[in-house]
């Protein structure tokens, strides 16, 4: 099974700053990487597919880049609803394996 | 609006049976896998796997295999996981979502998310 591990496992920021969040495979995944993000007490929000495809709706500061093993998510202005939890997911083959989560709270 | 709608919270006794229900529309059912997840309070998320609602097909993680069951009716775009031999820590909030078959873009859409409590 491949795993996921994202880092850091905790964030604290402000309004208006720019975080990265960092997911690495076990196994090179090409491209098949995608970013949630999860409100508490809601289900995960698709943001990001196939690494760095911005999914119909979401703002523009949120990007993703990587290949491979190693991937990363952007968000370039942080606004108040994206204070919550991220996930990153391997669609590269079953079992489609999650990151541990990352959560992203204000400062 | 394209949606999954999934049944209301449970609560089963350790040993029992649950089945939870997925209903989809907007779109065309058999065009899209649908993966379960899980979610412990408090923990991330865990995929327990996914149905091909077109040829009934399923892949389960080995975590669950034997004791997960994934059943699909096209007639109402209706999936099922149904999971036995419940436990304590099966208690979770279990989603169903949607991941289109010609290519691996992620999980789209969501259901609202089912409680499954454990407890004797």
């Known amino acids: 099974d491949i795993q996921m591990t994202q880092s850091p496992s905790f964030l604290s920021a402000s309004v208006g700053d720019r975080v990265t969040i960092t997911c690495r495979a076990s196994?090179?995944?090409?491209?098949?990487l995608n970013w949630y993000r999860q409100k508490p007490g809601k289900a995960p929000k698709l943001l990001i597919y196939?690494?760095?495809s911005l999914q119909s709706g979401v703002p523009s500061s949120f990007s993703g880049s990587g290949s491979g093993t190693d991937f990363t998510l952007t968000i370039s202005s942080l606004q108040p609803e994206d204070f919550a939890t991220y996930y990153c997911?391997?669609?590269?083959?079953?079992?489609?394996?999650f990151g541990q989560g990352t959560k992203l709270e204000i400062k | 609006q394209v949606q999954l709608v999934q049944s209301g919270a449970e609560v089963k006794k350790p040993g029992a049976s649950v089945k939870v229900s997925c209903r989809a529309s907007g779109y065309t059912f058999t065009g899209y896998y649908i993966h379960w997840v899980r979610q412990a309070p408090g923990q991330g998320l865990e995929w327990m796997g996914r149905?091909?609602?077109?040829?009934?097909?399923?892949t389960f993680a080995q975590k669950f295999q034997g004791r997960v069951t994934m059943t699909r009716d096209t007639s109402s775009s209706t999936a099922y996981m149904e999971l036995s031999r419940l436990r304590s820590d099966d208690t979770a909030v279990y989603y169903c979502?949607?991941?289109?078959?010609?290519?691996?873009?992620?999980?789209?859409?969501w259901g609202q998310g089912t409680t499954v409590t454990v407890s004797s």
């Open positions: 196939a690494a760095s």
């Open positions: 196994q090179s995944i090409s491209n098949f």
């Open positions: 149905i091909n609602p077109n040829s009934g097909g399923t």
């Open positions: 979502a949607r991941e289109v078959t010609s290519t691996a873009r992620g999980l789209d859409v």
């Open positions: 997911q391997q669609s590269y083959t079953t079992p489609r394996s």
